[in-house]
């Protein structure tokens, strides 16, 4: 369904596995002027769907918002790494995004390293959602020390940090991840949301992102609900 600069099949329950699955969609898509965001959550994408997902989108200059939710349901985790790959990868070549959701992926631990490049790389994106992604602590060192790496090499090149909003609840980050998310935030210094709950922090944890929260000054909203 096409509206307005919207692209959206949320929810529909397709099983994306090949590009010539995917192609249908993607001309609908790219229908689309001035398309600024797009949903595809609530389908199933395998690693050739995502790779011409990516290719359609590369380059692409007025896409704000990517809803890429849920979208592997029953798909293996030996596919999963290459598949985010290839649309984290070509989102890199969007300048024009403001908003990445990747929740509701079970990526694990081992599917968090296809997102670095994106992270580390994009530099003006402002709003993050990886919630309910099974992260773990491994998975979370992984997204943080991204973040912290984007934050110093901002600085490096004299530029601020566009990040405002980070969402990355339900994924047992544990103690063992808060310090680096901690350095991530203060790095970060513009945040304004950031959200964090049923992720199993300690008390220890929560004093380790409080140091990290001291540098963010225009900070409104700090969810830690259901941690301790």
Do not use: W, Y
């Given at each position: 369904m096409a509206t307005s600069r919207l692209y959206s099949i949320h929810g529909k329950g397709l099983k994306l596995n090949t590009a010539a699955d995917i192609k249908p969609y993607l001309e609908e898509m790219k229908a689309v002027e001035g398309l600024e965001e797009i949903r595809f959550g609530g389908n199933t994408l395998g690693i050739?769907?995502?790779v011409a997902l990516g290719e359609a989108l590369k380059g692409n200059k007025t896409l704000k918002v990517a809803d890429l939710s849920d979208i592997f349901t029953g798909r293996?985790?030996?596919?999963i790494p290459q598949a985010l790959s290839a649309v984290?990868?070509?989102?890199?070549?969007?300048?024009?995004?403001?908003?990445?959701?990747?929740?509701?992926?079970?990526?694990?631990?081992?599917?968090?390293?296809?997102?670095?490049?994106?992270?580390?790389?994009?530099?003006?994106?402002?709003v993050l959602k990886l919630n309910n992604n099974g992260l773990g602590v491994t998975g979370g060192?992984?997204?943080?020390?991204?973040?912290?790496?984007?934050?110093?090499?901002?600085?490096?090149?004299?530029?601020?940090?566009?990040l405002r909003t980070v969402i990355?609840?339900?994924?047992?980050?544990?103690?063992?991840?808060?310090p680096k998310w901690a350095e991530a935030f203060k790095a970060h210094g513009g945040l304004v949301e950031i959200r964090m709950f049923q992720n199993g922090i300690r008390m220890e944890g929560v004093e380790a992102l409080a140091q990290g929260l001291s540098g963010c000054p225009n900070l409104e909203v700090f969810d830690l609900q259901d941690n301790t």
């Open positions: 050739e769907a995502c293996l985790i030996s596919e984290c990868d070509a989102l890199i070549t969007v300048p024009s995004l403001v908003e990445l959701n990747l929740s509701d992926n079970a990526f694990g631990g081992r599917s968090a390293d296809p997102m670095v490049p994106f992270l580390t790389q994009h530099r003006t994106f402002s060192l992984i997204i943080a020390k991204a973040l912290l790496d984007s934050a110093e090499a901002l600085k490096a090149a004299g530029q601020k940090s566009a990355c609840g339900r994924n047992r980050l544990e103690n063992g991840s808060a």
